[in-house]
Structures are given as C-alpha cells and as structure tokens.
C-alpha cells in the first residue's frame, strides 16, 4: 500500500468519524423501547386472564373434548358394526323373541369389553 | 401457569439482551444512518425505526445469528429502511453532509483548522459514490467494521468487499482530487 494511499485512508477516517447521537434521541428511544417491552408484558398477562372467555381459545380446550368424543363414537360405531355381523348366527340360534334379544344383549356386551380392551 | 412463567423468563432475557444491543450499537446506526442521508433529523427518524424493527425480529435474529455478532444485522436493517426513504420520498441526498456532522465528530480544534477543507472535499466526494461504495466506506470508517462484518451487512463475499472498499478508496481519491483542480 503506498504512502499517499494510506494517508487518503487516514483523512478518509477522519472525514468520517463516528457522530455521536443526540442526547434527547438516546432518551425517546428508550423511553419506547420501555413502553414496546411493557405492552408486551401486559398483553401476555391480559391474554392470560382472558384466555378462557375468548372464543378464539376454545379450541384449544375443545380439543381433548373432541378427541374424547370422537373416539366414543368410534367405539361405540365398531361395537354396533360387531355385534350386527352376527345377527344371522344369533336369530339361527335363538329360540324365540325374548331369547334373540337376551343373546343380542349379551354379543353387544361382549363386543364392548372386547372394543374397550383394543381401544383404551 | 409453569409455560407462560417460562415465556416471561425468556421474554425477559431477550429484552435484556435486546437492550445490551441497543447500548453497543446506538452510535454505529446513528453515524450510519447520519452519513446516508445527511442530516440529524432523518438520521434520528432512521435511527429509531432501526432499532424499533430490530426488536420485532430480535429473537429470530438471535437464534439465526448461532452467536455472530449482529451488528452486520442492524447496519443491513437501517440500510433497506434508508432506501426505503429514498424510494418512499423520491429523492436522493443531494446536498452536502451537514457541518454539525463533521463539527460533533472528536476531532481535536487544530485537526478541525488543519483540515477541515480537506475533510469538507472528501465528505462531499462521498456523496457522489455509487451507494454501494459509499455505504462500504461509512461501514469501513465510521463504523470501524472490518471485511467480514460488511460482506454480512451487504451481502456479499468477504473477497468481493475488499475489491469493493479498495475501488471506493480509489473513486474517491479520483473525486477528491478533480475537485482540487490541477493547481493542487
């Protein structure tokens, strides 16, 4: 790097040397830096306590409901779908109308027990 | 609530940090910010909006940094919003960097007197740098950012900067010196 090279660089630093930022600017602009940080904080602690009465929440607590529900239902589909397969066999079996609904009542406890050991 | 306890830890330590950030660099976005659009009062307004984006994306920034420096991240933050500024208002910085720039800079009474002309010259050489040049040199100079730190501010490599800052040094040389007239 030649002589005249490095004392342009050396005018050039001090051309451009460092301005320091107005007092009042350093104070505004933490004054809204603290005020961003505490609308944050106060939103986090509002949304908190509102959680549970904003609409937009219940999903979230619906959710485990739902999926209890859901999966009831399927239970109790698969149960029915079970039992229902073997109705021929039961009303071949069967010795009359009370006799069909007593072995009827009997599979669908039977197929429930079985659906409850799969599923739970 | 064990979760938002910890949300409000880390909200803390990233405010903490946040403010740690603001303290180191307050003086690099404001000279930055003041050589781009040469005044005090659109430096301020800059300088401010640096640093309230910065804090909307702080924790993104924070963990994509994988612990570099971020104030390669700040300088690129306060770059894109003064050419927002131009863009935005239609006008480029055509009149010469405020006196008040040079005169709060810390220079000593006898440098001001000895070469104040010279420092005027070379001020306003590097407003008639492309703006890549002349953000390389404010980066370079004012900030005192070395080679890596600008490529990340830039986007570019650390090889393409250097070859960047060398030709800048060399346009303004020209500048100043066309300027002097063939008397100097």
Same mark, same amino acid.
Do not use: N
């Given at each position: 790097m030649s002589e005249q090279?490095?004392?342009f660089e050396n005018l050039l630093r001090k051309a451009l040397a460092p301005v320091e930022p107005p007092a009042e600017l350093e104070a505004r602009l933490e004054l809204n830096l603290a005020s961003i940080v505490d609308l944050a904080t106060e939103e986090l602690e509002a949304w908190e306590l509102s959680s549970m009465g904003d609409p937009r929440n219940w999903t979230r607590i619906a959710r485990p409901v739902a999926a209890v529900t859901i999966g009831s239902a399927a239970a109790v589909g698969l149960v029915l779908v079970r039992t229902q397969r073997k109705r021929h066999k039961r009303r071949n079996e069967a010795?009359?109308?009370v006799d069909l609904a007593g072995r009827t009542l009997r599979d669908l406890a039977r197929e429930a =027990? =079985?659906?409850a050991d799969d599923v739970f | 609530m064990a979760s938002s306890e910890h949300t409000r830890?880390?909200?803390?330590r990233l405010d903490d940090a946040f403010s740690a950030l603001y303290k180191a660099h307050l003086r690099d976005v404001y000279s930055y910010s003041y050589y781009r659009v040469g005044n005090h009062h659109d430096a301020e307004d800059l300088t401010e909006q640096t640093f309230l984006q910065a804090y909307r994306h702080f924790e993104r920034a924070q963990r994509e940094s994988e612990g570099r420096p971020l104030r390669p991240w700040l300088i690129r933050i306060a770059h894109n919003l003064a050419a927002n500024y131009?863009?935005?208002?239609?006008?480029?910085?055509q009149t010469p960097i405020d006196d008040a720039g040079v005169l709060s800079a810390p220079? /000593? /009474?006898e440098d001001l007197v000895e070469d104040r002309d010279d420092l005027k010259r070379i001020l306003a050489g590097v407003q008639q740098l492309p703006d890549d040049r002349r953000e390389a040199l404010i980066m370079r100079f004012a900030l005192g950012m070395d080679n890596r730190e600008i490529a990340r501010a830039l986007g570019r490599t650390d090889g393409a900067t250097k070859v960047l800052i060398h030709r800048a040094i060399r346009q303004l040389e020209e500048i100043v010196k066309q300027d002097e007239g063939p008397d100097a």
């Open positions: 090279f490095a004392e010795a009359g109308a =027990r =079985r659906v | 830890e880390q909200k803390a131009y863009r935005d208002r239609s006008r480029k910085p220079h /000593t /009474t």
